[in-house]
């Protein structure tokens, strides 16, 4: 394998899933860094958005306008897309948002762990967006939900064709929307131990380590654009799902 | 040097499969610039399109990504 | 797609298992071993159930915190601050009005000010040339009544005159012709005198 190379560490070394105590089996309950990073997460939302918008100050001070920032995001995404009658479901997707855009920045500290680069997590977020989305549109539209797939405004005999691709692109959403975020955080970190690891050959050291600072700020920007990618195809999903017609 | 002949397919394969995330790259580059020019014609329209904007290179990224997925998974699970 | 990555995830295992077996054999510390990855840790299936049980965990809690908390927190703020702008703003336009009005006051009172002060010029304009002209009649009369007593005095000095100088011019024709030896005769020389002088007045 790689790790017999001239590297010192693994690059994939970052994604192991540890318990937090002992050397036991990862069993479903045990505690891991899962659990750590997972917490953190939530500690780190509740210190923006609860904590600090406190003051309640007409005039906000640095946390509250950030915190109003990312609302405003949001609300306007949601209105934007999924129009008015999206906005039922703000809490839900803000709390998308929140998770996935504090679980890539935290993942970028270093030795942390990041809970947004593992498939089962995307996974779980993705496939339970394309549940919620498929369950409103047939609880909104009814039969009438299936109108995506039909594509009235195509001529007649092309529509089945178009149907079977409407119908597979439906259906490949979710593997493409959870494998998008956590391919782009595996990538990102892993190019950045990749260069980490060159750092120890004297000769390429510098440029190693301008490498680093470089891929570590496109990960910041990549981190939020994900978030944010992720958030917005959540609201286009829902957008289908509240007005199926073309 | 020692090794396999299928652990060199292998590692091949890997590199073969990275050449489609350039690809992928591409199609970025291709949305992000004529996203561009376009706004420049029309600087006002442009406000309104940065959503469709991220949704495209979401898109076009999205196969980079599974070109990628796959090269791992012949790295590392094959 | 889900069967691909549990083949993808047993083999995984399987290359672990070997890997530490390895490792064991080579003499490592078991426990580094173990820590190390092998193979991909995203495809490593038995930490799945780990993984979703506490993810579920977290988007409960985090679900919960915004929409009992934060969320409602941050609309009541923004709406409040809404209101603020909404209220300021038409406490502005109220200002402005009364700001207007005050103008409009302003300029009444200036115009009617400027109407009143015009008023009094004109009447004490109109005071002032009546007293002016009485004065002006006056004075003309007085001039006029000066003038013509001046004129009497003038007149009667010249009568005096007249008469002296005819009296005078009698004595001395009569004491010439006297003197000259003749009678005197004093109707003759009166007669003559005024004739003369008649024609030297004319």
């Not at chain 1, 970190?189 to 380590?209: D, E, L, R, W, Y």
């Not at chain 3, 009541?76 to 005050?102: H, N």
């Not at chain 3, 004491?175 to 007045?201: C, H, I, P, W, Y």
């Amino acid at each position: 394998m790689a790790s017999e190379g001239g590297l010192e560490f693994h690059p994939m070394d970052q994604f192991v899933v540890t318990p937090l105590f002992g050397d036991g089996p990862v069993r479903w309950f045990t505690p891991t860094n899962v659990t750590l990073w997972l917490a953190l997460v939530v500690l780190a939302t509740v210190a923006l958005l609860v904590l600090g918008t406190r003051g309640r100050g007409i005039v906000p001070n640095r946390s509250q306008s950030v915190a109003e920032l990312a609302y405003g995001l949001v609300h306007k995404m949601i209105e934007d897309i999924a129009g008015k009658d999206g906005l039922k479901y703000f809490p839900h997707i803000m709390t998308l948002f929140m998770f996935i855009v504090f679980g890539n920045l935290l993942g970028l500290l270093p030795k942390s762990f990041t809970v947004t680069s593992h498939i089962a997590v995307t996974g779980v977020l993705a496939f339970a967006v394309f549940f919620t989305v498929t369950a409103i549109g047939f609880i909104k539209n009814g039969v009438h939900f299936l109108d995506l797939f039909w594509v009235r405004s195509a001529p007649l005999a092309i529509r089945p064709v178009l149907a079977v691709i409407e119908v597979i692109s439906y259906f490949v959403r979710p593997v493409s929307h959870s494998i998008r975020l956590a391919g782009n955080m595996i990538a990102g970190h892993a190019v950045i131990k990749v260069f980490a690891g060159f750092a120890a050959i004297a000769a390429v050291a510098p440029i190693s380590i301008i490498a680093v600072v470089g891929m570590f700020a496109f990960e910041l920007l990549v981190a939020f654009i994900q978030a944010y990618v992720f958030t917005i195809l959540t609201c286009v999903y829902l957008k289908d799902a509240l007005h199926p017609s073309h | 040097m020692e090794g396999n002949i299928g652990e060199l397919g292998q590692y091949i394969g890997v590199g073969l499969t990275a050449i489609g995330m350039g690809g992928a790259a591409i199609g970025v580059g291709n949305v992000a610039g004529n996203f561009l020019a376009g706004a420049l014609r029309n600087p006002s329209a442009a406000a309104g399109q940065t959503a469709t904007l991220f949704i495209g290179m979401a898109f076009a990224e999205a196969l980079g990504i599974f070109s990628f997925l796959v090269a791992l998974l012949l790295m590392f699970a094959v | 797609m889900i069967s691909l990555l549990q083949e993808a995830a047993t083999t995984a295992v399987e290359h672990s298992e070997d890997a530490v077996a390895d490792a064991a054999a080579h003499g490592d510390a078991a426990a580094h071993g173990a820590a190390e990855a092998v193979g991909l840790p995203q495809l490593d299936i038995t930490t799945f159930g780990n993984q979703i049980f506490w993810l579920v965990i977290t988007l409960a809690v985090l679900y919960w915190v915004l929409s009992k908390i934060a969320l409602p927190r941050i609309a009541a703020v923004i709406s409040d601050r809404q209101g603020a702008i909404t209220g300021d703003l038409m406490a502005a336009e109220e200002f402005k009005q009364k700001a207007k009005e005050a103008e409009a006051a302003y300029d009444k009172a200036l115009a009617d000010a400027r109407a009143e002060a015009g008023k009094i010029v004109a009447a004490n304009r109109a005071e002032i040339q009546k007293e002016l002209d009485a004065a002006i009649a006056h004075a003309d009369a007085e001039i006029a009544a000066r003038a013509a007593e001046s004129e009497k005095r003038i007149g009667e000095i010249r009568e005096s005159a007249i008469g002296d100088a005819r009296a005078v011019a009698r004595e001395v024709t009569a004491e010439l012709v006297a003197t000259f030896g003749g009678s005197v005769d004093q109707g003759a020389v009166d007669a003559a005198v005024d004739n003369r002088m008649k024609g030297a007045l004319q």
